[in-house]
């Protein structure tokens, strides 16, 4: 069984920084591509960044790349989406989620099946 729980959303001002966190309650959490992912306002989930198993290798949607960094804590189970610089779209509820096995660990989102319950993120300019 995989738990995930999210943490460190809030409300900022754009331009200001962030950091999530998501701990994992699972065996073998390195087997595991973890994944960020967010749902705005009237919006399909959509990918974030994803962290192979490992964490040898990344992925970042084209919005985020630069102003994100996703990584993750092996001792802590726990996964981290350090955001800065953030901007009025990227207000959404964020996920975090979890996929056995290396390949494929992209940001599709049919291809988690473990999900957190998600942590709020407003940013208002």
């Known amino acids: 069984q995989v738990q995930l729980m999210e943490s460190g959303g809030g409300s900022v001002q754009a331009g200001d920084s962030l950091k999530l966190s998501c701990a994992a309650s699972?065996?073998?959490?390195?087997?595991?591509?973890m994944g960020w992912f967010r749902q705005g306002p009237g919006k399909e989930r959509e990918g974030v960044a994803t962290i192979y198993p490992g964490g040898g290798r990344t992925y970042y949607v084209a919005s985020v790349r630069g102003r994100f960094t996703i990584s993750q804590d092996y001792a802590k189970n726990t996964l981290y989406l350090q955001m800065i610089d953030l901007k009025p779209e990227d207000t959404a509820m964020y996920y975090c989620?979890?996929?056995?096995?290396?390949?494929?660990?992209?940001?599709?989102?049919?291809?988690?099946?473990?999900w957190g319950q998600g942590t709020q993120v407003t940013v208002s300019s």
């Open positions: 699972v065996h073998s959490y390195s087997s595991y591509c």
């Open positions: 989620a979890a996929r056995f096995g290396y390949i494929p660990c992209t940001a599709d989102p049919s291809l988690f099946g473990y």
